[in-house]
């Protein structure tokens, strides 16, 4: 059985009277970061405008290991791909570890974990929203933007293509105050707090036209497997394995040694007979207000 392991960054920030201030600072995040490998050669970023993902080096116990940090600042989305040498191959049982940290507040709207066969490869991630970055579609699902109704296969093309996600949501998406910011904001109208779901992002299934002639239109995102109330944004490391069992066509998944849950996942979604996909970690963070 194959393992690959890597540890992910993400820095935590708050807002106190309009500034943006962080709480943990990176040298705590990497200073306490559990021991972790060279990437080197396994990982790149996107190859998309604006993409924010670095890989960066950390020495540890006088070994050299990287962090993947995906955004480090406001309004950016990152994604950190797999290279040719690192696909996840779908006929083998397969393990994946890693380590994530969220920060002690949630800035960000969290990350998916994402298997995809996009023609694009390295390129892939969802489609911007008209005029600015879309928090709830995590750089993979798809894009709510539409002023009128519309159908959910619409919004599924514009997320990544031939593509399973295991999103790690630390916002809340529900309409915002009161329900008066819906359009782009309401993905997440059935979590109540930070969650853990599995879902296909390009699948028109995935998306639920809400609203109508008295309210505004909306898409709710509907979540597999979800596993809702995760104090994610709390500061620590948090360990997350998925383990793949070819035999039986499912994914499991367990955070921090808490309950494995289990979903299957129909290969056909990347295509006939695929073997190999690429992985890898979408992230988006919006302005902070």
């Known amino acids: 059985m194959k393992e690959v392991r890597f540890w992910g960054l993400l820095l935590g920030l708050f807002v106190c009277l309009g500034a943006v201030i962080p709480l943990v600072s990176k040298a705590d995040v990497l200073d306490t970061a559990p021991a972790g490998l060279n990437l080197e050669g396994l990982f790149e970023p996107g190859k998309f405008d604006r993409n924010s993902a670095t890989m960066q080096t950390v020495s540890k116990n006088g070994h050299s290991q990287h962090v993947i940090e995906l955004t480090n600042d406001d309004n950016q989305v990152g994604a950190m791909w797999s290279t040719p040498v690192n696909r996840f191959n779908m006929r083998v049982d397969n393990q994946v570890s890693m380590w994530v940290n969220f920060g002690d507040k949630a800035v960000g709207e969290g990350l998916a974990v994402v298997l ?7 390129s892939a991630i969802s489609r911007y929203g008209k005029k600015s970055i879309i928090g709830e579609n995590l750089g993979v699902y798809g ?7 519309t159908a959910p296969a619409t919004i599924a093309k514009t997320a990544i293509q031939k593509s399973w996600a295991l999103e790690l949501d630390t916002k809340v998406n529900d309409g915002g105050f009161w329900g008066l910011y819906p359009r782009g904001n309401s993905f997440d109208e059935k979590p109540k707090k930070m969650h853990m779901a599995a879902s296909y992002p390009a699948s028109p299934d995935t998306y639920t036209q809400r609203g109508g002639l008295t309210s505004s239109s909306r898409f709710e995102q509907n979540h597999g497997s979800i596993a809702d109330k995760l104090p994610l944004a709390d500061g620590n490391w948090h360990h997350l ?7 039986k066509q499912i994914m499991s998944y367990t955070l921090d ?3 494995t849950r289990m979903t299957t996942i129909d290969t056909t979604v990347f295509g006939k007979d695929i073997r190999n996909v690429t992985w890898g970690l979408t992230r988006v963070r919006l302005k902070t207000t």
């Open 116 to 122: 995809q066969n996009y023609p694009r490869k390295m």
């Open 143 to 149: 894009t709510d933007t539409y002023t009128r109704r």
């Open 241 to 247: 394995v998925l383990k793949w069992v070819t035999s």
């Open 257 to 259: 040694q808490g309950p």
